[in-house]
């Protein structure tokens, strides 16, 4: 059944490609497999997106916004500090885990020449909103603690989806790191 909605067919488009992710990947990732796994035109996903490229790209935000919303409940009552870093790296994780096709939109994008302007975009975006915390723990070097905390929960999450399940020695780890 086709929907004239157009909102309606975005997201249906959006939902097809993240369980065609979850299921093979982005690299196996087509354009056709996507309108026939949502039932809807070719031409209802280049109005929306524009190509390829533009789908993935979209993914990625989608799924960098859900995290970012997630962990802004997690810290908004917290001081700036040890406790609210802690805080983010959970709701990350937890975000992570909760999300289909988190390998996906975390390893493969990196391979996705199309989709690394917003992948840099998002590190930064996560690396600005932890800087504040290493500063006010007295680091030497905020922004680049905060760099490589977010590569290192990057990775965490990418273990813990290989796992299919949280891997609490590296989750402490990396709180380690912090404190």
Known sequence: MRTRDPDTKRATLINAGLTLAEEGGLGRLSVDKIVVAAGVAKGSFFHHFGNRAGFLTELHRRFHDRLAERIDQA???LPPGRERLHAGIRAYLDGCRADRAVRALLVEARAESDVLAEVA????????????DFAAMDRRYPEAAAGLLVTMAAEVAVAESAADAALPELRAALLDYVD
Do not use: M
């Open 75 to 77: 810290i908004a009552e």
């Open 121 to 132: 975009r998002r590190n930064d975006q996560f690396t600005h909103l932890v800087a504040p």
